[in-house]
DNA sequence: ATTAGCACTCGATTGGATTGAGTGCTAACG
DNA sequence: CGTTAGCACTCAATCCAATCGAGTGCTAAT
């Protein structure tokens, strides 16, 4: 456990860390006013805090620099409850109130907002597939070989894909296939789409439809989406290149590729509990982003987990404003889709 | 007019630059095969192509760099006919035989093969908003009173939109709207469709239904496209990175900034002639692109301009070999997506 | 017309001295 | 006894002068 002295320096090392991206020394935090202690007093509280491994020195002669043991110990105990900057605060309601006519606008719209007002990357997940499930289906013709698939998930989100029909599929066929489908595969999850398909839809369409199998060929591909790859809005990814910890070229190009990637995203995001979660450097079991903190925070709409709202930056970041931020995003967010959604 | 011999120096002078990087000295290519000459000789010669401003120095006692106006005269003079690399012309082949299923699928595909080939940025367009129409309209009903709108143009490019309907619209009331718009507007280019809404569509309308100036304020936001955004393909826009003449973070963020905003690669594609375009450092009247080269196709399907694929990279870039993929790239998107048209 | 030779330029590299921000330790102090 | 002043020490960063060397332009010889 530490002193009540060691936590105030520590807090104060944090502090000016963040600030400065600098190794700070004993001098600097006892000329700031909150810790009235002479220089030699710190640095014996510094070397202790060291040996605890909560500070690192990047060489002798060179002051200290918080390890994620100290980021961790600074945002679980050091940081003053949620202080909302009162500007931003209101920059981002008036940011967020412009109408807008769907769920993936309302998201992609949010992540611009949070990369502006941060500096930092922002990744907004829309919902998982596991808690969505299949609301409507229809088919729209085109011409005489093909049609518009629309998928209508229970969280509003819309899809369409183009699909080429089997040869002699009757208009009325047609309507008979959408019925069939609704019929049987509304509510059922998105991922359990493809099995119910063969399952139970395959010996209704045999006594409706002659060519069914090629149709169910077609139509499995239809329902199976693009899973991650349209869950994920970024925003503020160059933002990376301003901290002065990225002036390797090398490092961040692997991170801005794996950003890119919605594989990568998703095993960043993995396993994450609900509510404010912030993983610190090599806390995030991923080679390259251990210089990274990454602070999530799931949302919730209509009472069932939706999505999760997260801000990529140095392991240097923010905390403190970041996370009053996310909670507020999160918040509105829920109530913002939750509204739009009846 | 130069000298046979003076393009034969310039041409290894700016051979050699692309490879190195570093500005390139008498002595280096004199001990290149191809130039037979001393280095005194060849100093002259460089001395003269600098005074007629093919060449620049970046100081006394450095070597010599190709000027925006040197590059211009390599590619328009000097480089060797389309000399197709074998290894990476086949590779592009079996890269791209991949079935797929629709436009944009095929366009993001060829982009990032390209960007992979290259390790430049690539960046294709889509169908010119200007040359495509309507061909179909459609709405399907979701609930009392949502539903999908769905457009379909003459280029396969398939747009959905969620609307909200007014009050009171019957099934058979959306049947005929769905009618009357097919009827007033199949045909229409895209960006008349606004025009002709009010001008031919709304009497018909008020015929009909009842509150008919509200569904058209409904239907025109359905109809208005996202124009630009969604016709934009980018790929491999880290590659910059990896060019040792932007290690400069700033001017990189500046770049991958402005390949976000949409607005941005419109004015930097603006005007293009068709067939293969090169445009050179300070040649695109683009401040922050005055240390690139952007090179076009244009191609077209069934005979009328479609899009236009782009290769960004440092005016340092291997023009020979991406001049020659781009046209075959072209070719084959053309080819490729004039089959899966019909 | 070409080239060998040479003096010259100037950025890059090298290495030694200096600086200065930081430390740890010890002894003095309230 | 906890705190602090003082001091010797460390070491990256900065500075500076010397040197290097890749390159040039010019001139004179071939």
Redesign the pocket.
């Known amino acids: 456990m530490l002193t009540e002295r060691q936590r105030l320096i520590l807090n104060a090392i944090v502090d000016d860390y963040i600030r400065s991206a600098e ?6 935090i006892s000329k700031r006013g909150d810790v009235g ?5 710190i ?2 509280e ?2 202790d805090l ?1 040996e605890l491994g909560f500070l690192e ?1 990047p ?6 620099v918080p390890s994620t043991k100290g980021y961790r110990y600074y945002v679980d105990h050091l940081i003053k409850g949620t202080q909302y900057e009162g500007s931003e605060l209101s920059v981002m309601r008036s940011l967020l109130t412009d109408h807008m006519s769907h769920m993936e606008q309302v998201l992609q719209h949010a992540a611009l907002v949070l990369s502006n007002l941060t500096n930092y990357t922002s990744i907004l997940l829309g919902p998982e597939t596991v808690s969505t499930s299949l609301k409507h289906f229809n088919l729209v013709p085109l011409d005489a070989s093909n049609a518009v698939a629309i998928i209508v998930t229970n969280t509003g989100h819309v899809e369409h894909r183009t699909i080429t029909l089997p040869h002699g599929l009757s208009m009325s066929g047609m309507e008979k296939v959408v019925n069939i489908l609704n019929a049987k595969l509304a509510g059922v999850p998105i991922i359990r789409l493809k099995s119910r398909l063969y399952s139970e839809v395959g010996q209704e369409l045999a006594r409706h439809v002659d060519e069914y199998e090629q149709l169910l060929g077609v139509l499995e591909n239809a329902l199976s989406g693009d899973e991650d790859e349209s869950r994920i809005f970024l925003s503020g990814t160059t933002n990376m290149l301003t901290q002065p910890e990225f002036k390797d070229m090398d490092k961040v190009k692997t991170i801005l590729d794996l950003l890119d990637e919605a594989p990568a995203i998703m095993k960043l995001f993995h396993d994450l509990p609900s509510g404010i979660q912030v993983r610190i450097g090599s806390e995030n079991d991923f080679e390259a982003f251990n210089d990274c903190s990454l602070i999530t925070a799931t949302y919730a709409v209509d009472g069932q987990a939706f999505g999760t709202i997260g801000i990529l930056g140095p392991t240097r970041m923010e905390y403190s404003k970041v996370i009053s931020l996310i909670d507020l995003l999160s918040k509105d967010i829920s109530v913002r889709l939750g509204r739009w959604y009846k």
């Open positions: 190794p700070v020394g004993s001098r600097s202690f002479s220089p030699a007093t640095r014996n510094m070397a060291e020195q060489h002798t002669s060179a002051g200290r």
